[in-house]
């Protein structure tokens, strides 16, 4: 099982139409450090685990806070924490971890769709800090629903644009692309169509995105493989309607999981031998893998457990 | 000399209610016709129900539905959806659904001695927006049951109490009953190993949804 941190409800607050902030404060004292950029998994009291951006100050190491969109079509993890979460509820969150770290560069673009702003805010503020020149490009369907926009606005006005989408349409990103100089990096977090469209106008190379959704692809029909447990010694075979996941789960094998579906990287593992077929959209660092999602073009892979 | 057993007298239901006495009038006035904050607080915390439905000619069946808590969504104040995991494909529920649109609900909370039910009409659906509040493990599930509530209430917990059903030492209970393996080779008069059965019926609890 992950290393889990202990935590207490400290405040939740609406800070827009359908979003609460939380601050969870160490119950034990201090948490584990981030960068911005970073997420930790929230286990709810209904034993859901979502994931969620670190959206506070990297330097208070005291609390933790995060900010929540309630979806329509929630399955059980926005609606619980909007609906039925109090203050003073303890919840245990995992350590950071950070699939979107901010890579030094002497220029930032940064674009937030909605709730997508919340690993952008401290990325800001210490993209900013360095003193290289940054600009926020803040995308919203309306000013009632824009969180953190007074915040924002107060801290980095100068370098903010807040586009209420009803009213203006979508930001024009040609245009923001021309004003950038060309070794400039943008990073990106939001909808699934402003992803599409950045990934559309930025270089790859150039672009950061972060994704709360996975992106939906066809693949090849599942093959059978196995699983050699290098530490154990032992084999396991992963059947074509099972994943890596469940079926070193049903072995014995506590990999810990959170999404599954390849976007929270919580069931990350390590890989010795074999060619993994990664199917995450977090984009696997080499020797690593994401058992939820990821499957094999080898017959056999060999996993450090 | 023995005789057969009589058959149970059979009481008419003026008799019952005679005996029974007056339901007493606060509990008629706890009797609600939505779901209020409290049932859905409930609700958002149950992990386990039992769905009763009927027939056209009153052939009942009660079915047990468990998953995550909270797993029967609330759509509005009068409307609550329960999936279809994967079962055994007899689909009682259904069948009775198409006949006989009554349903009856009764959550439980696991250490909780009081009880909701919730009485309403149900009907299947496979409303892609009910269908994906749902998902779960990646799969979503091919079908819901909608219930329109006519009514809903806190049931008391002297059942539960008398029963003794959330008092860890009560588990014992399970050791008195032979492995399902076991049952169903003598059941069936299979001639098959017990313990390959129950490691097959294991194997079918590794995959739930």
């Known amino acids: 099982m992950q290393q889990m941190q202990h935590t207490t409800l400290d405040h939740i607050e609406q800070i827009a139409e359908g979003v609460v902030s939380l601050v969870l404060r160490g119950t034990t004292g201090p948490l584990a450090p981030w960068e911005p950029g970073a997420h930790i998994d929230v286990a709810l009291p209904n034993w859901l685990t979502r994931q969620y951006s670190l959206c506070g100050d990297p330097a208070d190491r005291d609390a933790y806070r995060i900010a929540v969109r309630h979806d329509p079509l929630s399955r059980g993890g926005s609606e619980y924490i909007h609906r039925f ?20 560069a002497p220029e930032y673009l940064f674009l937030a769709g909605g709730i997508g702003i919340t690993p952008i805010l401290p990325m800001l503020r210490a993209a900013a800090a ?55 990096l943008v990073y990106c977090c939001g909808p699934a169509p402003m992803l599409a469209a950045a990934e559309a ?20 029909p599942n093959t059978p493989f196995e699983a050699v447990c290098a530490r154990s010694g032992r084999t396991v075979q992963v059947p074509p309607d099972e994943s890596l996941l469940d079926a070193l789960t049903h072995a014995g094998y506590p990999v810990p999981s959170g999404c599954r579906e390849g976007v929270c990287g919580s069931c990350e ?14 984009g696997a660092p080499a020797g690593r893998m994401y058992a939820c999602v990821s499957r094999a073009q080898s017959p056999q892979l060999v996993v450090d457990l | 000399m023995t005789h057969a057993p009589a058959r149970p007298r059979r009481m008419s239901p003026a008799e019952v209610r005679a005996r029974l006495g007056e339901p007493e009038a606060m509990i ?22 039992t769905l009763a439905t009927a027939d056209a000619s009153g052939r009942a069946d009660c079915s047990p539905r468990g998953d995550y808590p909270g797993f029967v969504k609330v759509l509005d104040d009068h409307t609550l959806a329960i999936p279809d995991r994967p079962g055994n494909k007899i689909a009682d529920s259904f069948r009775n659904l198409a006949e006989n649109d009554g349903v009856g609900l009764l959550f439980l909370i696991p250490g909780l001695r009081e009880m ?7 009907y299947p659906t496979d409303d892609p927006d009910v269908l994906a ?47 399902i393996g076991e049952i169903a080779a003598a059941q069936f008069g299979l001639d098959i190993d017990p313990g390959l059965l129950e490691r097959t019926l294991q194997d079918s609890y590794r995959k739930l949804y």
């Open chain 1, 85 to 104: 979460l109090r203050r003073g509820r303890t919840l245990d969150v995992s350590l950071p971890r950070n699939h979107f770290p901010l890579v030094p």
């Open chain 1, 201 to 220: 106008t930025f270089p790859a190379e150039r672009l950061h995105v972060e994704r709360f959704q996975p992106v939906t692809r066809t693949y090849a």
């Open chain 2, 116 to 122: 909701l039910r919730v009485n309403g009409r149900g």
């Open chain 1, 130 to 184: 360095s003193g290289v020149p940054v600009s926020l490009v803040y995308a919203g369907r309306s000013p009632a629903t824009i969180p953190f926009a007074d915040e924002l606005l107060s801290l980095h006005g100068d370098v903010v644009r807040i586009v209420a989408t009803r009213h203006h349409g979508r930001p024009d990103l040609t245009a923001l692309r021309s004003a950038l100089r060309p070794d400039a």
């Open chain 2, 28 to 49: 008629e006035a706890k009797i609600r016709d939505r779901i209020d904050d409290y049932f859905r607080l409930f609700i958002a915390h149950a992990p386990f129900l």
């Open chain 1, 269 to 282: 593992v390590t890989l010795l031998g074999g060619e993994p077929e990664h199917r995450d959209d977090i």
């Open chain 2, 133 to 179: 509040r749902m998902r779960t493990e990646a799969r979503t599930p091919e079908l819901a049951i909608v219930v329109e509530v006519a009514e809903a209430y806190f049931h008391c917990g002297r059942a539960l109490v008398r029963s003794r059903l959330w008092d860890p030492a009560s588990q014992a209970l399970a050791e008195e009953i032979p492995s």
